[in-house]
């Protein structure tokens, strides 16, 4: 049997100030206010549980601001509407209250997104190293304030595959999202998924790392069709977020 809380419990087991819950509205669902790849943020600082409802274990503390992609839900639990949100910065999946939420305006639909929070170090098409042109197809993700470990996410669902290419790549992980495309994650220090599982987006699938050829700590991140590599919009030094959108409608591939 469910433990019963009183409202007080309740509040304080949310980890939310008291003031924050009038009259009865606390203790009532609304209608479904986000959907599946809504980005959301927090208006306060608020638990995320490893289940719906006020017993379960909280996961992490939020903070007010803090965005994350809703990945299951709504569903109705001692007396709340909860819904399961992956919190992009920290790794973390959890379920937390609606009535904390508001939408951050970001969706990631469902189309390919970025697979890593960082900056671009190098963007995509010709480039000169040690005065040799080379093409350079895909984009380069750098994070120095983090560095080696940060978390590599899948762009989109499919199916992951591990390789090591000792010249190139390193430890690299390839996605096969049907129909002739593919991602890939090369340079990695470590893998999270096995060959032939089966990955949705944001699914965290490795770890940034200096692997093969390399001259730092970084992300190589292509899209391909056939072997052919696509164009990823991007800038030199442009600042981007882990399933935040590219600027390009890939939703068709
Ligand atoms: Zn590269």
């Known amino acids: ?7 007080r419990s309740v509040v304080k087991s949310l980890g ?3 003031t924050g819950i009038t009259g009865t509205a606390a203790l009532s669902g609304t209608v479904s206010a986000f959907a599946e790849g809504e980005q959301v943020e927090a208006t306060t600082n608020l638990n995320t549980r490893k289940r719906p409802g006020t017993e379960s274990s909280v ?5 007010p601001g803090e965005v994350g992609e809703i990945v299951n839900g709504p569903t109705n639990e001692d007396g709340y509407t909860w819904w399961g949100i992956h919190w992009l910065n920290r790794d973390v999946w959890g379920w937390s209250v609606e009535r904390y939420l508001t939408s951050s305006g970001g969706s990631a639909g469902t189309d390919i997104v970025w697979p890593m929070n960082g900056v671009i170090s190098s ?5 000169t190293i040690n005065g040799q042109d080379e093409f350079h197809g895909g984009v380069d993700i750098d994070n120095n304030n983090i560095g080696v ?7 989109r669902a499919g199916t992951a595959y591990t390789a090591y290419d000792s010249g190139g790549y390193g430890n690299y992980v390839y996605i096969d999202h049907g129909n002739g495309y593919e991602t890939e994650y090369g340079h990695l220090n470590s893998f999270a998924v096995s060959d032939g599982q089966q990955v949705s987006r944001g699914d965290k699938i490795g770890g940034m790392g200096n692997s093969g050829n390399s001259t730092g700590p970084h992300l190589h991140f ?5 072997n052919d590599p696509k164009p ?3 800038d030199n030094y ?5 399933l935040g959108a590219i600027n390009k409608d890939y939703s068709g591939l």
């Open 149 to 155: 470990g940060t978390p590599i996410y899948a762009a």
């Open 232 to 234: 990823i919009p991007s």
């Open 238 to 242: 442009q600042n981007v977020s882990a």
């Open 59 to 63: 996961v992490a503390t939020v903070s």
């Open 123 to 127: 963007d995509y098409g010709w480039r």
């Open 1 to 7: 049997m469910p433990q019963k809380f009183n409202r």
């Open 222 to 226: 292509g899209i391909e069709q056939n």
């Open 16 to 18: 939310i100030a008291a």
